[in-house]
């Protein structure tokens, strides 16, 4: 991860993804720490830049289907993560049920479950 960590953070998992962004799928690495979920994109792409999710904020992970073009589903290899503020982040992710299941602990740790 490029972006620096915050005070008491630690990372819990990371790996390739790729994020849906309107109708382009973006390439780049999910980061999950102990506080949140950042998306850093490779500088290859038409979007670039990060995308931070605070764990404290994220109400709903599930796994969901990669969109073409974001409207024709092609294959269920994504997870979905919805925030209180409203906002949906689409992640194409490998062994997605374990991505959602560090997730989940996470945020146990974030509520102090």
């Known amino acids: 991860m490029n972006k620096p960590l915050r005070a008491d953070e630690t ?3 990371e790996g390739p993804a790729n994020m849906q962004r309107g109708v382009e799928t973006v390439g780049g690495q999910l980061t999950l720490t102990t506080q949140r979920i950042v998306f850093e994109s490779h500088r ?3 979007q670039t830049g990060a995308t931070e999710l605070d764990l ?3 109400t ?7 969109r073409f073009l ?4 092609l ?4 997870i979905e993560v919805q925030t209180s ?3 949906t982040a689409r992640f194409v992710v490998m062994q997605r049920e374990s991505w959602i299941e560090a ?3 996470a945020q146990e740790k974030v509520a102090g479950i």
Do not use: Q, R
């Not at 709903?60 to 990669?66: E, I, R, S």
């Not at 294959?75 to 994504?78: K, V």
């Open 85 to 87: 503020a409203g906002a």
């Open 103 to 105: 997730i989940e602990l």
């Open 60 to 66: 709903h992970v599930a796994k969901c289907w990669t």
């Open 11 to 13: 990372i819990m998992k």
């Open 56 to 58: 404290a904020e994220v």
């Open 44 to 46: 290859f792409n038409v």
């Open 75 to 78: 294959f269920p290899n994504s």
């Open 70 to 73: 974001n409207l024709i589903p």
